[in-house]
């Protein structure tokens, strides 16, 4: 069985690691002050990244996460243009942001079982 990671996963890895550097090194924009990279898909062809990231203390409908997704659209170009640069990619994949929900969506789970298991004990 081979243990190595895949490619596609170890550039994933890499850009998560380097766009996470670029927003909070190199970026000016208040509004990507509080953005957190958590996690980085990129296609078998490694040619599109897909980039999802959470707000620190907001949640998908607050407007600091819609202005965030802004932010983050008008500077796809100058991310992109950095990753190729310090990643030495022979091809730079596109970047498309998605906010993430999956904490959002673990915490009303774990409300909802809290519910049901506290209906149950009356």
Excluded: W
Aim: aromatic letters at 8%.
């Amino acid at each position: 069985m081979n243990d190595e990671v895949s490619r596609p996963t170890r550039v994933a890895l890499e850009i998560r690691k380097t766009l996470s550097e670029i927003l909070h090194r190199d970026t000016k924009d208040p509004r990507l002050e509080k953005v957190n990279i958590t996690e980085c898909k990129i296609s078998k062809d490694l040619s599109i990244a897909t980039v999802y990231f959470t707000i620190i203390g907001a949640n998908e409908d607050d407007p600091a996460a819609q202005d965030a997704i802004k932010a983050l659209e008008k500077a796809k170009g100058f991310f992109r243009s950095e990753i190729g640069k310090r990643m030495k990619l022979r091809i730079t994949p596109e970047i498309r942001f998605f906010y993430d929900t999956v904490a959002e969506n673990a915490s009303y789970i774990e409300e909802l079982i809290f519910k049901a298991l506290h209906q149950n004990k009356k």
